[in-house]
Nanobody, 126 residues
Framework: LQLVEFGGGLVQPGGSQVLSCQASGFTLDYYAMGWFRQAPGKEREKVACVSSTGQTISYADSVNGRFTISRDMQENTVYLQLDSLKPEDTAVYYC????????????????????WGQGTQVTVSS
């Protein structure tokens, strides 16, 4: 089971970026998915999570209204659209997966997730 993130890089404040997370070795049909981030010197925090069917989504207050999580079952990929980026969004972003029997479970504590990608750096700076 492997998750690989794509995207990331340097973007100016107020800009946008798209991160993608592609799964290999398994299909995401029965997996809730999440994006998390960790800034230097800080603990990992949740960004957004989506249920296995996409029916329910939860966002951290700090990104609600600016970031959008989505999933494409055919592409076996989860996306994170980042808009109106701020310098405080600078972090390594990780995607994660956990198998779930509920189609509406979008709980987001990082400890629930057991498959993680390697992370991709997002830097917001002028």
């Amino acid at each position: 089971l492997q998750l690989v993130e794509f995207g990331g890089g340097l973007v100016q404040p107020g800009g946008s970026q798209v991160l993608s997370c592609q799964a290999s070795g398994f299909t995401l049909d029965y997996y809730a998915m999440g994006w998390f981030r960790q800034a230097p010197g800080k603990e990992r925090e949740k960004v957004a999570c989506v249920s296995s069917t996409g029916q329910t989504i939860s966002y951290a207050d700090s990104v609600n209204g600016r970031f959008t999580i989505s999933r494409d079952m055919q592409e076996n990929t989860v996306y994170l659209q980042l808009d109106s980026l701020k310098p405080e969004d600078t972090a390594v972003y990780y995607c994660a997966a956990r198998r779930t029997g509920s189609p509406i479970d979008s709980r987001c504590p990082g400890g629930l997730y057991n498959t993680w990608g390697q992370g991709t750096q997002v830097t917001v700076s002028s």
